[in-house]
C-alpha cells in the first residue's frame, strides 16, 4: 500500500517538474522564427521585423533597410584552432537615413529565452551552458528583462547605445547571446503523468472498496 502511494507520488511530481523545466539548449537560429526586434533610431520613432528562417542555415530579419542576422546554433563561439566565429548575430543600418540608438529583441513571446549564465552550476535544468552579452562596440549595454526563470532565462533582450555613439548608417553591431527554448512536455512525459495518475486512482479505489 505505502509503495503504491510512494510510486504514484514520485511518478507525479517528476513529470509535474518535468513538465515545469523541459528546456532545450539546443537552438537554431532557423528555429526562431516569429520572435520580434525592434530597432529604436536617434528621431525617438522604432520599426519592428519579425525573424523568420533566410535560409536553411541562416535566420533573421532582413527589410533592406536594417538586418539582424545568425547563421548557426545561437550559441555563439571561438574556435582557435580553425580560428573561425560561430554564431555572432549581426545587426547592419543597411540604409535607414537615421542612427540606430537601441535594439529589443522580444524572444520570450515564441518561448524562447536568453541564457545569461555562462556557467552550469545555478542553471535552469535543460539550459546548459549560457553566455553574457558581449559585443564589437565595448560601448553598448545589454539589460534583460521578462525573466521566465531564476538566474538565467530571460525573454528580452535590450541594447542601448551610449549618447554619444550610435549605430550610422552603413555600421554594423556583432554581438554574442544565446537563447534556449522552453518546450511542451514530450508524450513520455505526458505517459508517466498519467501512469501516476492511474496509481494514485487504483489505490483510490482499493481503499474505498475496503
Ligand atoms: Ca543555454
Known amino acids: 500500500m505505502l509503495k503504491k502511494w510512494t510510486l504514484g507520488i514520485i511518478l507525479l511530481s517528476t513529470s509535474l517538474f518535468s513538465q515545469a523545466t523541459l528546456i532545450n539548449s539546443a537552438v537554431e537560429a532557423v ?8 530597432a529604436f533610431f536617434a528621431d525617438s520613432s522604432q520599426e519592428t521585423q519579425i525573424w ?18 545568425l547563421e548557426g546554433n545561437t550559441f555563439g563561439d571561438f574556435d582557435q584552432a580553425t580560428n573561425t566565429l560561430y554564431g555572432l548575430w549581426t545587426l547592419t543600418n543597411i540604409a535607414v537615413n537615421q542612427d540606430i540608438v537601441g535594439l529589443t529583441i522580444d524572444a520570450g513571446i515564441e518561448g524562447f529565452y536568453f541564457d545569461i549564465l555562462s556557467g552550469t552550476l545555478l542553471s535552469t535544468p535543460g539550459s546548459e551552458a549560457g553566455r ?10 545589454a539589460t534583460f528583462d521578462d525573466v521566465f526563470s531564476e538566474p538565467d532565462l530571460y525573454g528580452t533582450l535590450n541594447i542601448a547605445w551610449n549618447p554619444n555613439n550610435t549605430l550610422a548608417t552603413g555600421q554594423a553591431l556583432s554581438f554574442l547571446t544565446d537563447t534556449d527554448k522552453a ?3 514530450e508524450p513520455s512525459t505526458l505517459f508517466s503523468f498519467a501512469l501516476g495518475l492511474i496509481a494514485l486512482t487504483s489505490l483510490r479505489r482499493k481503499s474505498s472498496g475496503k
Open 183 to 185: 518546450e511542451i512536455p
Open 31 to 38: 528555429d526562431m522564427d516569429g520572435i520580434t526586434v525592434t
Open 132 to 141: 553574457e552579452f558581449v559585443a564589437s562596440d565595448d560601448t553598448v549595454t
Open 52 to 69: 523568420s528562417a533566410l535560409n536553411s542555415t541562416v535566420g533573421g530579419v532582413d527589410n533592406g533597410d536594417w538586418s539582424l542576422m
